[in-house]
């Protein structure tokens, strides 16, 4: 090869290897630009979940067993700090205790967010599974950054009809995929009767469940159908 042939091939390979290079930055740059923004993530007004409106709520139900079951959220004041496209979000965190026939089976501090657009993201969750009042494993424990790069979505800035969301896309410890199976509908718990309600399923993996929660405007979750049972809101404040 002549070394007229020599220079114009390295000079190719240069401009190819800068390509490349620009290209991956330029990618880089796109993803970090099309990452949310999260001026206020604590307060999350979403209508159809509305988790910084109130400090606690519970819900109650049955399995088809005949179990009594009771789980209660609570609001915490102070954040868990994550970062998204490289910038910090501090995300509000909820205490959620669930107990069987009195006795209480699990703590979990869950992580959420709202981005600028009105969309309810997921970060993780820290989980204590408890047996006989002694914490007997960690199992379900997953936190954006650390075990999976994908924010989850809990739930859409406008929910529509045959939307689909994942709220937990974590490879190893969990997936659910969300859709919005029915909107406009009436629901009543208790003496209370819900307008414009919608209803969402979540298939679970490596469960293989699929649960049906059904959310109204201003108030969030009112109705939960899991494979072993059902659960309702009994109230927030």
Request: hydrophobic share 35%; net charge negative; aromatic share 8%.
């Given at each position: 090869m002549?070394?007229?042939?020599?220079?114009?091939?390295?000079?190719?390979?240069?401009?190819?290897?800068?390509?490349?290079?620009?290209?991956?930055?330029?990618?880089?740059?796109?993803?970090?630009?099309?990452?949310?923004?999260?001026?206020?993530p604590?307060?999350?007004?979403?209508?159809?979940?509305?988790?910084s409106?109130?400090?606690?709520?519970?819900?109650?139900?049955?399995?088809?067993?005949?179990?009594?079951?009771?789980?209660?959220?609570?609001?915490?004041?102070?954040?868990?700090?994550?970062?998204?496209?490289?910038?910090?979000v501090?995300?509000?965190?909820?205490?959620?205790?669930?107990?069987?026939?009195?006795?209480?089976?699990?703590?979990?501090?869950?992580?959420?967010?709202?981005?600028?657009?009105?969309?309810?993201?997921?970060?993780?969750?820290?989980?204590?599974?408890i047996?006989?009042?002694?914490?007997?494993?960690?199992?379900?424990t997953?936190?954006?950054?650390k075990?999976t790069?994908?924010?989850?979505?809990?739930m859409?800035?406008?929910?529509?009809?045959?939307?689909?969301?994942?709220?937990?896309?974590?490879?190893?410890?969990?997936?659910?995929?969300?859709k919005?199976e029915?909107?406009g509908?009436r629901?009543?718990?208790?003496?209370?009767?819900?307008?414009?309600?919608?209803?969402?399923?979540e298939f679970i993996q490596?469960?293989?469940?699929?649960?049906?929660?059904?959310?109204?405007?201003?108030?969030?979750?009112?109705?939960?159908?899991?494979?072993?049972g059902?659960?309702?809101?009994?109230?927030?404040?």
């Amino acid at each position: 090869m002549s070394t007229r042939s020599i220079l114009i091939a390295a000079a190719l390979f240069v401009g190819a290897v800068a390509a490349i290079v620009a290209g991956t930055a330029g990618g880089a740059s796109q993803q970090a630009a099309s990452a949310p923004t999260f001026s206020n993530p604590r307060t999350i007004d979403n209508p159809y979940l509305p988790l910084s409106r109130f400090t606690r709520c519970e819900v109650r139900g049955a399995d088809t067993d005949g179990t009594k079951t009771r789980s209660a959220q609570t609001v915490l004041r102070a954040p868990k700090r994550f970062v998204i496209g490289g910038r910090p979000v501090d995300a509000l965190v909820i205490r959620d205790e669930a107990f069987e026939d009195g006795e209480r089976i699990e703590i979990a501090l869950d992580y959420f967010a709202q981005s600028d657009d009105g969309t309810v993201y997921y970060l993780g969750e820290d989980v204590k599974n408890i047996r006989n009042g002694k914490v007997v494993d960690t199992k379900g424990t997953w936190l954006f950054g650390k075990d999976t790069d994908v924010p989850g979505v809990v739930m859409p800035a406008q929910p529509k009809l045959d939307e689909r969301f994942r709220s937990e896309d974590v490879p190893g410890i969990t997936t659910e995929s969300d859709k919005v199976e029915e909107t406009g509908l009436r629901a009543k718990v208790g003496t209370r009767l819900y307008t414009n309600v919608i209803r969402t399923s979540e298939f679970i993996q490596p469960e293989g469940e699929v649960e049906y929660k059904l959310y109204a405007p201003g108030v969030g979750r009112i109705v939960e159908y899991e494979p072993e049972g059902r659960a309702e809101l009994a109230g927030c404040r």
